[in-house]
Every structure is written in C-alpha cells, then in structure tokens.
C-alpha cells in the first residue's frame, strides 16, 4: 500500500521557479506511483507584497530589485525558460495577437481565493485553481491582481463565481493569509518554492525529479522508523 503523506507548497503565483518546482515533483511522484502519494496543498507567500496596482515589468523589475543590469535580467530569464521547458511547462504566450508585456502583480487577493477554495472545495479544487492561475499569469499573461480576473479563474475551475468574489472581499481570509505568511518567516523561508513534507521537513527551491524521489523516500522511512 502506498505511503500518504501531505506536501505543503509555500508559494508566489508570480514564480516561476515554483511551477517548474511543481512540474519536477511532479515527475518524481509518478516515479513513486504506489510507493509514495501525495496531497499537495498551497501555503502564501508574497514576492512582491508592496507591489503597486499597476504592476511592473517583469525583467526591469529584477534589475531594480536585484541590481542587475537588462542584458543580465535577461540572460537569467532565458535560463529559467531553459529550465521550464525541460521541466515540462511552457512559459510561451498562448493568447491571440502580439503578447503583452510580461507583468509582475500583487497576489494577496489571489492567495486569498487559494485559502477560501482549499477550506470549502478540499486541496484538488486549490491544486487545480493554482495550475489555472500560473497559466492565466505566464501564458496568458492575465492580471491575476484584478478581482475580476480571479473570480473569471475561479469559474472556468468549477467553482462558485459569487463565493469567489466574497472570499477575495474577506476580511478573515486575510488575517488567515497574512498569518502563515508569518509562519513562513518564522521558519525563515525567504525563497520560493520550500515544501513542507508532513509538516516538518523542508525541501528549498526548485529541484531535479530524483532529488524529490529521494528526498520523500528518506521521509517515508523516518516516518516507518518513527511509527
């Protein structure tokens, strides 16, 4: 019988070292198809959490951010596409016409739609929520920031389009959101992806398929060591 265990994902919708994390966990876990299941679950964290309305465009916000000159910007979003095509996700424009600029937003109300759609739809209907977001964002270059946008998300999901609308507009999401973001800092997670595996082992970053196959191997036996 497999193992069950539980992956908690801290992450930004805006990171794209977090679905090219995913796409190679991905890869592990079919690797470990009746050794190991896994429920994965988004946890909030905020790259950008004073980012304006208006966003800013991506390469020429990580030269102002990390002190990089355009061409290094450049070079280093080349790479990462490098990255996702061999991870197997595409960050190419899919939508009509020239592509619009490539944009970074705020994400609070979208972390805000994730916790309300894990707490009342269970973490498939956030799983799949997640995936939707990361392409509205990367390959279809949607303002994730806008409410309306994330209600649209969430509707093409299956979920309700008024309950989504409230959750964005709640209160207590927020204070819930904002509290795990804290939890987070007290774990001194500083960068995205970090999964949680069963609540207490952390992997940092985006990693090759083996290293997550060995990584949730080596967990599943503390755990058997452990029972």
Known sequence: MAKKMTIDIYSDVMCPWCII????????????????EAEIRWLPFELNPDMP???EESVAHIARKYGRTP???KAG???MLGMGERAGYSFDYTGEGDPPQSMLR???AAHKLLKWTLIEAGAEAQNRLKLALFDA????????????????????QGLDRSAARAAIDDATLGAIVRQEEAQAFDMNISGVPAMIVQGKYIIPGAQEPEVYVNALRRVAMKEAQAA
Not at 21 to 36: D, V
Not at 139 to 155: C, G, K, N
């Open 53 to 55: 309305p208006e966003g």
């Open 77 to 79: 979003r080349d790479q």
């Open 106 to 108: 705020n994400t609070f």
């Open 21 to 36: 994390g995913y796409s190679q966990l991905q890869k592990g876990l079919a690797e470990l198809k009746g050794e190991i």
């Open 137 to 156: 964002h990367f390959q279809q270059r949607r303002d994730v920031s806008d409410p309306d946008v994330l209600v649209d998300v969430a509707a093409e």
């Open 71 to 73: 061409e290094q910007a």
